[in-house]
């Protein structure tokens, strides 16, 4: 598994990686990521706040924010550049995906998502640290990589032309209307012509990415060698998807950035069903 590494191999080269906690949780869970990194977390690392890394003039939820402002703030978190990032978080594979999908879009090459994230690493009884961070700032270069990222005008055209599949990482209830959206003003639905592949599928119940060959079985009606678009609510699941899709092998994988909440926020966006 390419993008995958093992809590023995991480246990092994802790002093030759920086170490990342990306954890974040849904709001209705009442979690505080930034304070249970404090109480815990695995020895050198840092916390990626994903939801303060971020474009907040967008008025969506944790969008890539540009450049320069992504260089300050993860230079700030003692990464430099051909450093190798291992990210992980508190769920197993839930929000790690996301820091990873943000990193190389912002044009770092070794990234890496720790499997099974720090629950798993807990459960094996390795080394943990508590008390904040204090790393010592480096020279991050960040550059976009447009191949990896889609906005609202890109995922319409391809809505319009099919030109690449987009497939749709939120609950089947979710994608069918069936239940409400969490968040407000939020349409339900899906976009024409969407695939709906939830998350979950993907993730095994000890929080690992699950074998390649039921993710294959998870993805059955997605065509790897043609262009894929992945989407979910927030722009944050989809990144799971995008993870599993690279271990699969597809090598055209873009992830809609603001994903439901922007497409399904608009009156202006064709919904299935209305």
Same mark, same amino acid.
């Given at each position: ?7 023995e ?5 802790? %002093? ?9 949780y849904?709001?209705?869970?009442k979690?505080?990521?930034?304070? +249970? ?9 840092? #916390? #990626?706040?994903? &939801? ?8 969506l ?7 320069? +402002? #992504?260089? %300050?703030? *993860?230079g700030?978190?003692g ?9 992980? &978080?508190?769920?197993g594979? #839930? ?5 990873w999908?943000?990193l190389?879009?912002? /044009?770092?090459k ?12 807990k ?7 508590t008390?904040?961070a204090y790393p ?15 906005g ?15 497939v ?11 239940e ?8 339900? /639905?899906?976009?024409?012509?969407a695939?709906?592949v939830? !998350?979950r ?27 894929i ?5 927030s ?11 690279? +271990?699969?092998?597809?090598? &055209?994988?873009?992830? !809609? &950035? ?13 919904? *299935?069903?209305?």
């Open positions: 598994m390419r993008e995958l590494v093992s809590t191999w991480l246990a092994e080269h802790l %002093k030759d990686v920086r170490v990342v906690d990306a954890s974040w849904m709001p209705d869970d979690r505080e990521p930034a304070k +249970e990194f404090e109480q815990a977390h695995i020895p050198g690392a840092v #916390f #990626f706040d994903i &939801d303060g890394i971020a474009d907040k003039s967008s008025g939820p944790h969008m890539l924010p540009s450049p320069g +402002e #992504f260089s %300050k703030a *993860v700030a978190l990464i430099g550049d051909g450093e190798t990032v291992v990210v992980y &978080d508190g769920a594979m #839930f929000s790690a995906p996301r820091a999908w943000e190389k879009a912002m /044009g770092h070794t990234v890496k998502v720790l499997d099974g994230g720090f629950p798993k690493w459960r094996e009884g390795r080394a943990i640290e008390g904040p010592q700032a480096k020279f991050f270069t960040a550059i976009l990589n447009p191949s990896l990222v889609r609202l005008d890109a995922v319409r055209e391809i809505v319009k032309d099919k030109s690449a599949q987009i749709d990482a939120r609950s089947p209830a979710r994608f069918k209307a069936e409400p959206e969490p968040r407000a003003g939020v349409r339900g /639905g899906h976009m024409p012509g695939q709906n939830h !998350y599928k993907l993730v095994a119940e000890d929080g690992t990415l699950k074998p390649s060959e039921e993710l294959r079985a998870a993805f059955d009606a997605v065509d790897l060698n043609r262009p678009v992945t989407t979910c609510g722009g944050l699941t989809a990144a799971v998807l995008a993870l599993g899709l690279d +271990e699969l092998g597809a090598r &055209d994988v873009a992830l !809609y &950035d603001g994903s439901w909440t922007e497409w399904g926020g608009r009156s202006d966006t064709p919904v *299935v069903p209305r």
